[in-house]
C-alpha cells in the first residue's frame, strides 16, 4: 500500500419579540421592528390561540383587518374586510385570494378540509403574512397551499396549533402555472412562529419555492415526500426550528446560491437512489448552533453534497451513509456515483464544530473533495469501508482531533501537512496500513 502523507484544518439573530393581541400600531413610523396584533373581531372566538407577530422588519402588520378564512365542514367560511381590494372565490373547497393593491395583508387560514386549496396572488414586491391557525388541508389534484404571485411571505405557525398539508400523487391542469409540491410559492417563504406544520408529499416535493426559504422558529414535519422535503431555487438560510423530514429524494436542495444553517435542529432520513441530505448548488455553511442528524439509504447516495466549498464552523453533526455505487446506464458514457458521507465539488475546511460521519457498503468513503482540505479546531470522527478522507488537492490539518476508522485512513494526491497542535488517530480496517 502506498504510505500517504497527512497533515493538520452574525450570531443566532433572536427574532423572538411578541406583542399581545391588545391594540393596533399601525400609526407607529418609529423603526423600531416591533409589531402589533389586535384580536379584535378577527381571532375566532375566546377558545382560540392568540395571534403574534414576530416580524421585526416591519412595524405593522395590520392583523386587525386580517383576512379570516375558515373551513368548517369542509366549506371555506370568509371574512373579508377589504373587498375591493382584496377578491376572495372559492369553488367547493378551494380557495382564490386576489390582492389588487399594493397594501400589505395578512391571510388566516384554519379548518380542515379533505378536498380543498388556497391559493394566492399577490402584488409582485409586496410582503403578505400567512397565518396558519390549525388548518388541515388536502388537495388530491394539486398543492394544498400555491403562492402564484406576491412579495415575501411571512408564513407564522400560530402558537398551540398543529396544521397539515397533504397533496395527492396526481395533479390536475395548472394552466401553465407551476405546482411542484403540497406547499408551493414562487416568492421568497419566511417561516416563523412556535406552531407545527406537518406536510405529506405523493407527488413531488413537500415545500417547493421558486426563490428563498428562511426557517427561523416552528416545528416543520415531512411525514413522507415522493421527492425532496424542502427545495428552492435560491438560498437556504436556517437559524432556528425543529426540522424532521423523510423523503424519497433530497431533504433539503436548492439549485443556485448558498445553503447556510446556523441554528435548529434538523433529523433528515432519505431513501432514496442518489438521494442526499443535504446539496447545494453552491456553498454549504454550518455554523454556531446548528444540530444535524442525517441518514441516508441508497446507492449513490450522500449525507451532504455542494458544488461550491463546504464550511464546518461550528454546530454538532451527524452523518450516516448506507448505499453503495448507481450506475446509469441512460446516458453516454454511462454515469457511476458512489456513496459518500460528505461530497464537495470544491474545498472542504472545518474551522470548529463536532462532525461524525459513518459511511458503509461497497465503495463508500467518508469524506470525497475535488479541491483542498483543511481543518484548524474542532473533532471530526470518520469510519468509512473505504477512505476515511480522500482529497484531490492538498490536505492540512493544523488543530483539532481526527479519529478515523476506515480502509485508508487518509488519500491526498498533492501535498500533506500535519501540524504539531493537531490530534490524529486513524485505525486500519483492514489491516493495511492507517495511509
Not at 154 to 171: F, I, Q, R
Not at 279 to 301: P, Q
Request: net charge negative; hydrophobic share 30%; with cysteine.
Amino acid at each position: 500500500m502506498i504510505l500517504r502523507k497527512f497533515f493538520a484544518l452574525a450570531a443566532l439573530l433572536l427574532l423572538a419579540f411578541a406583542l399581545s393581541c391588545s391594540g393596533d400600531n399601525s400609526n407607529n413610523n418609529s423603526g423600531s421592528g416591533d409589531s402589533s396584533s389586535s384580536s379584535g373581531g378577527t381571532s375566532g372566538g375566546e377558545d382560540d390561540p392568540p395571534i403574534y407577530i414576530i416580524d421585526p422588519d416591519r412595524d405593522d402588520l395590520g392583523l386587525d383587518s386580517a383576512i379570516i378564512i375558515k373551513f368548517e365542514n369542509g366549506t371555506p367560511v370568509i371574512d373579508n374586510p377589504s373587498e375591493g381590494n382584496v377578491v376572495v372565490s372559492s369553488n367547493g373547497g378551494h380557495v382564490i385570494v386576489t390582492v389588487n393593491t399594493s397594501t400589505e395583508y395578512n391571510l388566516i387560514v384554519s379548518g380542515a378540509t379533505s378536498n380543498g386549496s388556497v391559493k394566492i396572488y399577490g402584488q409582485p414586491s409586496i410582503n403578505m403574512g400567512l397565518y396558519l391557525r390549525g388548518v388541515d388541508i388536502t388537495n388530491p389534484t394539486g398543492p394544498a397551499i400555491n403562492i402564484q404571485r406576491g412579495g415575501r411571505i411571512l408564513v407564522h405557525l400560530v402558537e398551540n396549533t398543529l396544521n397539515k398539508l397533504a397533496d395527492g400523487a396526481n395533479y390536475g391542469p395548472t394552466g401553465g402555472e407551476d405546482a411542484k409540491g403540497t406547499f408551493f410559492s414562487e416568492r421568497k417563504l419566511r417561516f416563523q412562529g412556535t406552531g407545527s406544520l406537518e406536510i405529506r408529499s405523493k407527488y413531488n416535493h413537500a415545500i417547493a419555492v421558486d426563490n428563498d426559504i428562511d426557517i427561523e422558529y416552528g416545528k416543520i414535519t415531512v411525514i413522507e415526500s415522493k421527492n425532496d422535503c424542502i427545495h428552492a431555487n435560491d438560498k437556504i438560510h436556517i437559524t432556528g426550528g425543529t426540522l424532521n423530514l423523510t423523503c424519497e429524494g433530497d431533504a433539503i436542495q436548492n439549485e443556485a446560491l448558498p445553503i447556510r444553517i446556523s441554528g435548529g435542529r434538523i433529523t433528515a432520513k432519505t431513501s432514496g437512489i442518489k438521494s442526499h441530505g443535504i446539496i447545494s448548488a453552491d456553498s454549504l455553511i454550518i455554523s454556531e448552533e446548528a444540530i444535524i442528524d442525517i441518514v441516508a439509504r441508497g446507492n449513490g447516495s450522500k449525507g451532504m453534497r455542494a458544488d461550491g466549498p463546504i464550511l464546518i464552523n461550528g454546530g454538532d453533526t451527524k452523518i450516516e451513509t448506507h448505499g453503495g455505487v448507481h450506475i446509469d446506464n441512460s446516458v453516454s458514457p454511462p454515469d457511476t456515483n458512489s456513496s459518500t458521507g460528505i461530497k464537495a465539488r470544491n474545498d472542504i475546511e472545518i474551522r470548529k464544530g463536532k462532525l461524525k460521519v459513518v459511511s458503509t457498503g461497497t465503495r463508500i468513503k467518508g469524506i470525497n473533495t475535488d479541491g483542498d482540505f483543511k481543518m484548524s479546531d474542532g473533532d471530526l470522527n470518520i469510519e468509512a469501508t473505504d477512505d476515511g478522507i480522500k482529497v484531490h488537492g492538498d490536505l492540512s490539518i493544523t488543530g483539532g482531533k481526527v479519529t478515523i476508522k476506515a480502509r485508508d485512513g487518509i488519500d491526498c494526491n498533492n501535498a500533506c501537512y500535519l501540524g504539531l497542535n493537531a490530534t490524529v488517530n486513524i485505525t486500519d480496517r483492514n489491516s493495511q496500513g492507517g495511509f
